[in-house]
């Protein structure tokens, strides 16, 4: 049996104040392509479909268009709402769309019954696990100690009863201990919302949201797809694909990636102001589509450089510095270092700097255990 395997499609989203609604449309189309090209028997969207809990019409026209688009082949499809979406939008007419082969995760209400597919090797049980917090996990299992992500899954996991006889897949949403973030993604309070891999030891495959950068997680059958654009520069480097998974009898999995090549790529530049108008003046056919970022090694700030730059790079997103005035000290994006950085980390430094040392493992235990209760919303 095989299946596509899709994730953090954003939709609406906005790269530094740039709709990337068309470029979101173009590589839904790629994937449409990619899909009549492959045949398979599912399409697996592991969450964050929309970028925002409300999203726009625009956006909500889009999905609608793409879940048609898939109705109308010959598969099944299977969507669960991230941590980006509201479950209870996204869950909407999930029922009367059953009948057009797209099946939307509910929510989550403590358990989790399978949808089953079934081939020549036997069953496959599709599982789906919208985002959760141990917050939405706790409430359902009143005499079980949940107080961690890893304890929240194991007991959501738990109560499905899985048979491990058979072939089992499971579609969730959350960051498995390990993996590599990028700035684009949310960062949680001191890695709080980390998961053990080995809550998933019951399935053959796990497709995975949240992550945008495509990557294994633990074992090979525990994966990221990633996103299917970049949606920061952070993510400049990555090769954005679609991973394809096939399920032969039980043990026996194979994964192929096949790439994405969007309408417009996002991409790095570095140099003088001289340098880039000339490049972009003589070499830039291949930027006039680009979303672009320039770093300037000018030691003089350029008046109107952003606008004049535009010329030559129409999609420019983001233009800064990189100079002996930059790196004496001027702190530039100071708000960007704190968001990379957990509460604890700060609230650390903070608590060293006030009392001239650094916190013991009993305040830092404290300290942790008071951030999640924020977090989760329980103080």
Known sequence: MKFLHLSDLHLGRRVHEFSMLEDQQYILTEILQIIDQERPDGVLIAGDVYDKSVPSAEAVALLDDFLVRLSKRDLQVFVISGNHDSPERMAFGGRLMERSGVHIAPVYGGTAAPLTLTDEFGPVNIYLLP???????????????????????????????????????????????????????????????????????????VALGHLH???QAGRETVRYCGSPLKYSFSEAGQRKSVTVVELWEKGRVALRTLPLVPQRDLVELRGTY???????FYEGTSYPNDYVHITLTDEDDIPGAANKLRLF???????????????????????????????????????????????????????????????EGEA
């Open 274 to 280: 001289e340098d880039l108008t000339f490049r972009g």
């Open 313 to 375: 790079y129409p999609n420019l997103m983001k233009l800064d510095y990189d100079n002996r005035r930059t790196r004496a000290g001027m702190i530039l994006d100071a708000a960007e270092d704190a968001q990379r950085r957990s509460p604890l980390e700060l609230l650390e430094e903070f608590y060293e700097k006030q009392n001239g040392q650094p916190m013991g493992e009993a305040q830092r235990g404290f300290a942790q255990s008071l951030i999640e209760r924020i977090w």
């Open 213 to 215: 950068g495509p990557q």
């Open 131 to 205: 985002f959760v917090k141990p917050v939405h996990v706790r409430r359902f299992f009143p005499d079980r100690e949940i107080a961690t992500y890893t304890d929240a899954l194991s007991a959501a996991i738990g109560a499905m009863a899985v048979n491990p006889a058979q072939r089992n897949v499971l579609v969730t949403h959350q960051f498995v201990t390990g993996a590599a973030r990028c700035d684009s993604e949310d960062i949680s309070v001191g890695g709080s919302d980390s998961v053990d891999v080995s809550v998933f030891d019951a399935f053959d495959y």
